[in-house]
């Protein structure tokens, strides 16, 4: 089974300012993706970006990108810019290429202070 | 286009009663996974359906199942309740192109919300 690692449980960052977490992953498999997702106060989770294990181009989404290092078995995403709206829980999530399952990990809370 | 939408929203239940939870995938969405999130324990897989059928289960006990239909709403169902079982409950349902090697993002619903006294 992969196991995904978030070891901040909490981080908190002046607005405008720069945010990294952290995210390490365990598996053997050579192709796979992953995921970082937000969920704010209201519970819904949203995909913030994701990654095909297979590109080493890191993927960027405005204010959000992330640093993969495959070798490292790494994925960090990077909050540009913070705003007061990225306030969240964010979790870092691993998908088999041969599989449907996402297994998270255990959450990095956020929290953008004014 | 209308989101993932699950109901109800909150739940309360009594120990050793069953309960029943729905989830309306994005049109067109033929994946429905199943997730729970507890304080403790986290996010975890419980299972994913595709055209009606259970095509992965995570490692929790029978007394959670689910079900998918033919318009693929999906419902999951947990008997016995335990005061353990309180949890948020999330529903993503997937586009899904009939193959895992592909980006396709999974969409969340709101959860609902079991609480058990």
């Known amino acids: 089974a992969q196991t995904v690692t978030q070891s901040q449980p909490e981080m908190s960052v002046q607005e405008a300012e720069t945010v990294t977490l952290s995210c390490t992953y365990d598996?053997?498999?050579?192709?796979?993706?992953l995921f970082w997702y937000k969920q704010p106060p209201s519970r819904q989770m949203i995909l913030v970006i994701r990654?095909?294990?297979?590109?080493?181009q890191n993927a960027t989404e405005n204010r959000f990108s992330v640093n993969f290092q495959k070798a490292a078995k790494s994925f960090s995403l990077k909050i540009s810019d913070s705003q007061l709206g990225d306030t969240a829980m964010y979790f870092c999530?691993?998908?088999?290429?041969?599989?449907?399952?996402?297994?998270f990990g255990a959450g990095t809370t956020v929290t953008v202070r004014a | 286009k209308a989101g993932v939408t699950q109901t109800p929203r909150y739940l309360i239940k009594t120990r050793g009663q069953q309960v029943t939870l729905s989830c309306s995938p994005i049109?067109?969405?033929?994946?429905v996974s199943w997730y729970q999130q507890t304080p403790g324990q986290g996010l975890q897989f419980l299972f994913e359906?595709?055209?009606?059928?259970?095509?992965n289960k995570g490692n929790f006990p029978g007394r959670f199942s689910g079900r998918q239909f033919s318009n693929s709403r999906s419902e999951m169902n947990v008997s016995t309740l335990e005061l353990g079982d309180s949890a948020l409950y999330l529903c993503?349902?997937?586009?899904?192109?009939?193959?895992?090697?592909?980006?396709?993002?999974?969409?969340f619903g709101s959860g609902t919300r079991l609480t058990v006294v």
């Open positions: 990654q095909e294990a297979y590109k080493q």
């Open positions: 359906y595709f055209s009606e059928t259970q095509r």
């Open positions: 999530a691993f998908r088999s290429s041969n599989d449907y399952k996402l297994s």
């Open positions: 049109s067109g969405h033929r994946s």
């Open positions: 993503a349902s997937s586009l899904d192109r009939g193959r895992p090697s592909s980006l396709d993002g999974y969409t």
């Open positions: 598996t053997s498999e050579n192709n796979y993706y």
